[in-house]
Every structure is written in C-alpha cells, then in structure tokens.
C-alpha cells in the first residue's frame, strides 16, 4: 500500500539552527501539506502546496518557514532559525486532489526538539 | 479559540459494544467534515468523511452522523474492536480550501476485551 515517507523520524537541533524535514508523498498525488502538533495539542494546519506553489498556508507560517519541492518525488520543510517554541511533531501529509474530494494521508511525522 | 471541539478526552468501551465519538463546532463556513484516527507513534489514517451537504454516510463499521443545525457530528463504530483502541480526531474544512483543516483536541478510545 502507498505510504507517505517521512525522515528523520526525530531530529534535536540547537535553538537558531536551521533544520530542514524530509518527506516523500504517494506518488501520484498532487497536493501536499505541512501540520504539526505540540505535545498535548491539537494538530494544526501549517501550509498546503500545490502545483509548484503553495496554495494556502496559516499564520504560524511565518517567514522563518519555507516549504520546497526540490525534485519529483521529495517535500520539504524548512525552519531558518528554530525556536524552542518549534518543538513538535511535524506531519507531511498528501492527497491527489484538495482535501475533501479525496483524503489527506498522513506521514508517521518527524519529532522535532529544539533545545 | 476552540473552532472544533472534542468534549469527552477519552471513553472506553466494552468489545462487541457500540463507541459514539462526539464532535461540535463553531463555524457555519464548515463545508467538509473528516475523522482520523491515530495510533502512538504513527500519523492520523483518515476513517471517513462527510460533507455538509449530507446528514449521514456510512463505510462498513463506521458511521458518521451530521447535525448541521446542532453543528454537531458523530462517528458511530458497530461494533467496536480492541483495535479500535486509538486517538480519534474530527476534522473540518473551510468552504475552498485545499488543506487547512481544523483539528478538535482528540478522544482517546479504548474498546476492553
């Protein structure tokens, strides 16, 4: 069955350090996200992208975030500076058309701790 | 700003029994309803979905149920399994988005032997 690869599965970095998350989506699919969820709460929307661009992103998106399509098959999520605040989950998650019409499958996420 | 609402954080459930997950929202802009469910360690796996247009839809075990004058929904699972023992999460989409959806805080499902 087609799966949504994400890596590292943890990653600890130092507060200001740049990290970047790795995930590879089903291949077929052509919408892609980007949530996280802070321990003990709730899973929240970063950007989606689609296209080459990103369609649609929330407010925790900020100019420290950047998300990249490098090659056919790779998403990426870039943090510029991490803050201790970054710490999280990160799911990669992605669906063939907009979420609705078909279901967003979700990556087994990648913990990131900022320390 | 609580958009989606899981009220009960955990319910158990006796095998063989009926588990009805409870979900309220807020927001009348709402036009796609989702349930996820989420083991430890793993992402969400989407179970079933609705859309606001409709008062039921219904995938082998599962049912979910909409109430949109209530703003309310439910997911039904007959009959309940320990394996069904997981995280379960309402989801809900704004009207044109491709992705933002809005997650409520889970209900932790524990179906006993």
């Known amino acids: 069955e087609p799966e949504v690869t994400q890596t590292p599965s943890h990653q600890v970095t130092q507060m200001g350090q740049e990290v970047i998350l790795r995930c590879v989506p089903i291949?077929?699919?052509?919408?892609f996200y980007w949530y996280r969820q802070i321990l003990g709460q709730k899973v929240e929307f970063l950007v989606s992208?689609?296209?080459?661009?990103?369609?649609?992103k929330s407010e925790i998106f900020d100019d420290q975030f950047s998300v990249e399509r490098p090659d056919g098959s790779n998403f990426t999520l870039k943090i510029r500076s991490t803050k201790l605040e970054d710490s999280a989950m990160y799911f990669c998650?992605?669906?063939?058309?907009?979420?609705?019409?078909?279901?967003?499958?979700f990556g087994q996420g990648t913990r990131l701790t900022v320390v | 700003d609580q958009q989606v609402k899981q009220n009960s954080p955990s319910l158990s459930v006796q095998e063989g029994r009926i588990s009805i997950l409870n979900c309220d929202y807020t927001?009348?802009?709402?036009?796609?309803f989702l349930w996820y469910k989420k083991y430890p360690a793993e992402g969400p796996t989407f179970l079933i979905s609705?859309?606001?247009?409709?008062d039921k839809n219904e995938d082998g075990r599962f049912t979910v149920f909409l109430n949109k004058s209530a703003k309310h929904l439910s997911l039904h699972i007959v009959p309940s399994q320990p394996g069904d023992s997981a995280v379960y999460f309402c989801?809900?989409?704004?009207?044109?988005?491709?992705?933002?959806?809005?997650f409520g805080k889970g209900t932790k499902l524990s179906v006993k032997p």
């Open positions: 998650a992605s669906s063939f058309t907009g979420v609705g019409n078909t279901e967003a499958f």
């Open positions: 291949s077929n699919h052509l919408y």
């Open positions: 992208f689609y296209n080459n661009e990103i369609s649609e």
């Open positions: 927001n009348s802009m709402f036009d796609y």
């Open positions: 609705i859309s606001s247009i409709k």
């Open positions: 989801a809900a989409r704004y009207g044109g988005s491709q992705g933002n959806l809005i």
